[in-house]
């Protein structure tokens, strides 16, 4: 393991250890990664399960975003979306929804 990556360990395991101890409720970096993650690849399955293979533009799209809020955006704009492309095109496909990540049509022939 790298000194930094040791470090990093370390360092969390502390910090919950004194959150316990101190009755804290927090989410640590570890366990919100999880969950971004998690989202991440829930959206993707989602994706596969509807339309197949999902391009590698539209998974670095969906790899890209952290905010649990948008990934909330694109999970609903994936089970709405009637194809791959509409998915991939961005806030202007998604009027009201405040889907907020960017176009990937023009990537992988995605645009026709």
């Keep these: 393991m790298h000194r930094a990556g040791y470090f990093e360990v370390v360092f969390g395991m502390r910090q919950t250890e004194y959150g316990m101890e101190n009755n804290m409720a927090h989410i640590t970096t570890i366990e919100r990664l ?5 989202r991440q690849d829930g959206i993707l399955d989602l994706l596969e399960v509807r339309f197949g293979e999902t ?55 995605l645009n026709g």
Excluded: H, N, Y
């Design 34 to 38: 999880a969950r971004q993650e998690g």
């Design 55 to 109: 391009p590698e533009a539209i998974q670095a799209q969906v790899r890209g975003v952290a905010a649990p809020a948008e990934l909330k955006a694109m999970l609903l704009k994936a089970a709405r979306a009637g194809s791959l492309a509409e998915f991939a095109g961005g806030p202007e496909q998604c009027a009201g929804s405040g889907c907020g990540f960017g176009t990937v049509t023009d990537q992988k022939g």
